[in-house]
């Protein structure tokens, strides 16, 4: 069945089709929405194949309820959110609970201006996928989406101490990691 497309489509139109399943209208959104949602996915991935399965994983989940879409609402913020709690799904899922030493994070803290101004993009990236899922989870929602510590632990399913100090260790790792790719060594050196 061949069918033809607007160059210009209504958002409402393409819900609508994807409503009924159409694959036109899902191959769309899917490809409108992919580069941006491959992004949000790769910050909570350890690697390019992971954010992969979560972005599809997080599609079909897009699909199986479009109906509860409100339009007027933005879209894309609402993919997003979809995305960013299949990360989260996915994290519950293959991380098995470490009990950190709350007594050492409380010790842990820096002052010190971050390296992220002269790194690029993808140094970035590649240094929050070295961080442990743990670790990483936190930074994406603290940092990342703007959720607070209880949020992120009743997501998590963690204490907000322990969001807290996961945040300060990411933020460690992430600057030794930073440094290290630009001054050559590892903190503490």
């Known amino acids: 069945m061949d069918i033809a497309l607007p160059l210009e ?15 036109w209208a899902q191959k769309m959104l899917y490809e409108e929405h992919y580069s941006v949602m491959m992004g949000v996915c ?18 079909i989940k ?23 709690n299949t ?11 470490r009990t950190e030493d709350l007594e050492q994070a409380y010790q842990l803290h820096t002052n010190d201006a ?13 240094a929050i996928q070295q961080l442990s899922p743990a670790y990483r989870a936190v ?13 992120i632990a009743d997501m998590l399913d963690i204490t907000e101490s322990t969001s807290r100090s996961n945040l300060v260790k990411a933020r ?7 440094s290290s790719r630009l001054y050559g060594y590892e903190e503490g050196d």
């Not at 339009?71 to 913020?77: E, F, N, Q, V, Y």
């Not at 990360?87 to 609970?97: L, M, P, T, V």
């Not at 971050?114 to 590649?126: G, K, M, N, R, Y």
């Open 172 to 178: 460690l790792k992430l600057k030794s990691l930073l």
């Open 139 to 151: 930074f994406n929602l603290y940092v990342m989406e703007g959720y607070s510590h209880k949020e």
């Open 114 to 126: 971050d390296a992220i101004s002269q790194c690029t993009e993808q140094e970035i990236l590649e």
């Open 62 to 84: 897009v699909f199986v309820n479009i109906n509860k879409y409100q339009p007027g609402t933005s879209l894309p913020a609402w993919i997003r959110r979809i995305m960013v």
């Open 9 to 23: 489509y209504d958002e409402k139109e393409l819900i609508k089709a994807c409503i009924r399943r159409d694959r």
């Open 42 to 59: 790769l910050r909570y991935a350890n690697d390019e194949n992971e954010a992969i399965d979560i972005l599809h994983e997080g599609f």
């Open 87 to 97: 990360a989260i799904d996915f994290y519950r899922k293959n991380i098995r609970r």
